[in-house]
């Protein structure tokens, strides 16, 4: 394991105090903090070789295209993907998603062919398809669960007709926290010739990830919630599929040949990169895995899941706590609720507190209403998050509760 103490050193905003408290920052669900690595990189490409990539014959241009392209090769090793054509680079895990719904609904889908989610996927896998059910007619199924916020694989099987064409499901609730079995709901699509895409968004950062052993057909993640910056993340597309999609955008970087007549495109990735990327925050996502892989992604999921564990016993034990969300394999999500306190003046009140907590329906409505529920207060762990800072979570729930 790693020194705790050290890596908190790392992230400097962790010391710093909110309404005179120390900030506890438990909402890592939303956003992680970034390593001064990851600030120092950038910061150092806009002050020494700011220029935009790829055609460039001036030594600027070279050396931000080999910072922006050695960023693909770090990703292809963090996800074990086979080849660097096989990742794109986008804005975050929304723009992956709707990446592959629009450009997979035009070229594979007609009217009534179907695509599989489940109840309990973030909005970003929800409405993508939705707008193609209004543009294209196509239909959605969804995969229930249990009242433990485990999808019911025996109903996912039989979701499955000859009009199935995509399965689109979440590695992680980003709510309940459930690891779903994503390498059996791939081998049963892949029994029916269906592709599956997995979002990732809440995976990446805390569990090892090999895309090959998966055997997905694409994986979407975001770079903020992996200790990287905002407005950057990946999609891993089989190559095969990426060949067969056609481009998302068009404009410049993601041609070969243009004229008033025909245009030409470039190969994968390229192809789904039109215009300038944001090739700073590719070099700092980078340098987060960097940082991420020197403590080791075994290492960070033993610390989370062992501060979930801890957090888990020590809620139960607070009078009229209800934890959503109870999954045999579960990481780094804890959301609950106190009695008949609202879940945003409970947050807003551990804000007071120095805690930072999110609350409401997390972008997932329908989870939400399965539930029964207007909304939950979640606590999201990360690698620099302690023991120490769980006790005060608990400490706060219960100042709060005393208030009602």
């Known amino acids: ?87 794109v680079f986008t804005r975050g895990t929304t723009e992956g998603i709707n990446l592959v719904a629009a450009t997979f609904a035009e070229s594979q889908m007609q009217a009534g062919d179907e695509v599989i989610v489940s109840v ?49 499901v979440c590695h992680v609730s980003n709510v309940l926290g459930t690891v779903n079995p994503v390498e059996r709901i791939i081998r049963i699509a892949h029994a029916h010739d269906v592709p599956v895409l997995v979002d990732g968004a809440q995976s990446a950062p805390h569990i090892p990830i090999d895309v090959q052993r998966m055997d997905c057909d694409f994986y979407a993640f975001s770079g903020h919630k992996m200790y990287g910056p905002t407005g950057v993340g990946v999609l891993y597309g089989k190559e095969a599929w990426l060949e067969k999609l056609p481009p998302y955008q068009g404009g410049g970087e993601m041609i070969e040949n243009v004229s008033f007549e025909r245009t030409t495109f470039e190969r994968p990735p390229l192809k789904f990169e039109a215009g300038t990327p944001d090739y700073v925050a590719t070099n ?51 959301s609950f609720l106190v009695g008949d306190i609202h879940h945003m003046d409970m947050g807003t009140l551990l804000d007071r507190l120095g805690i930072a907590v999110r609350t409401g329906h997390h972008c997932a409505q329908p989870l939400i209403d399965r539930l029964g529920i207007l909304g939950t207060v979640r606590a999201s762990f990360a690698l620099y998050n302690t023991r120490d800072e769980v006790d005060a979570l608990v400490d706060g729930i219960r100042r709060v509760a005393r208030m009602f």
């Open 120 to 168: 309990m996927e973030h909005h970003s896998n929800i409405v993508p398809w939705q707008l193609q059910a209004a543009k294209r007619g196509i239909v959605i199924k969804v995969i229930p669960m249990n009242d433990k916020g485990e999808l019911l694989i025996d109903e996912y099987e039989r979701l499955f007709t000859d009009r199935t064409r995509m399965v689109s």
């Open 284 to 334: 700092g996502l980078a340098k987060a895995i960097a940082y991420m892989e020197r403590l080791g992604v075994d290492n960070i999921a033993r610390h989370e899941q062992d501060l979930t564990r801890y957090a888990t016993q020590q809620l139960q034990q607070i009078d009229g706590l209800r934890i959503y969300g109870n999954a045999a394999d579960k990481d780094a999500v804890i």
């Open 1 to 87: 394991m790693y020194d705790i103490q050290q890596v908190r050193a790392d992230f400097p905003i962790l010391s710093r105090q909110i309404y005179g408290r120390p900030l506890v920052y438990l909402d890592n669900g939303a956003t992680t903090q970034k390593p001064l690595c990851v600030l120092d990189a950038m910061r150092d490409e806009y002050l020494n070789v700011n220029s935009n990539v790829h055609r460039g014959v001036h030594w600027m241009s070279q050396q931000a295209t080999e910072l922006h392209e050695a960023a693909r090769e770090t990703v292809r090793r963090f996800i074990h993907a086979a080849n660097t054509t096989e990742i």
